[in-house]
């Protein structure tokens, strides 16, 4: 059974930057398509960017477009998130998984906090 485990989090001021990292054992995630959700208090878990197992495709929820990047290293059984200009409303617990079927065991995610 596969253990996802994310990293990367922290307190950043808005305009700031983070990278998340999602790492997993027990078995390999080059098969799967991957996704970033976030799920904010007293919010529904949402997605928030995508990736085909082989890198070839991406795609982002309209509110991060252009301020997120997914990515993966299949080599190192590891999906990333850049998040660059970040903002308040970003300000959330980010997990993965993969997409679309979520039916990997959820890690603890990683909190991101955004101040204004």
């Known amino acids: 059974q596969v253990q996802l485990e994310e990293s990367g989090g922290g307190l950043v001021q808005a305009g700031g930057s983070l990278r998340l990292s999602c790492a997993a054992s027990g078995r390999t995630l080059r098969n799967y398509n991957m996704g970033w959700f976030r799920q904010a208090p007293g919010k529904e878990r949402e997605l928030v960017a995508r990736?085909?197992?082989?890198?070839?495709?991406?795609d982002y929820a309209d509110s991060v477009k252009g301020r997120f990047t997914i990515s993966r290293d299949n080599a190192k059984n590891a999906v990333y998130l850049q998040m660059n200009n970040l903002k308040p409303e970003d300000t959330a617990v980010y997990y993965c998984?993969?997409?679309?079927?979520?039916?990997?065991?959820w890690g603890q995610g990683t909190q991101v906090t955004v101040s204004s």
């Open positions: 998984n993969n997409y679309p079927n979520t039916d990997l065991n």
């Open positions: 990736i085909t197992w082989n890198a070839w495709n991406t």
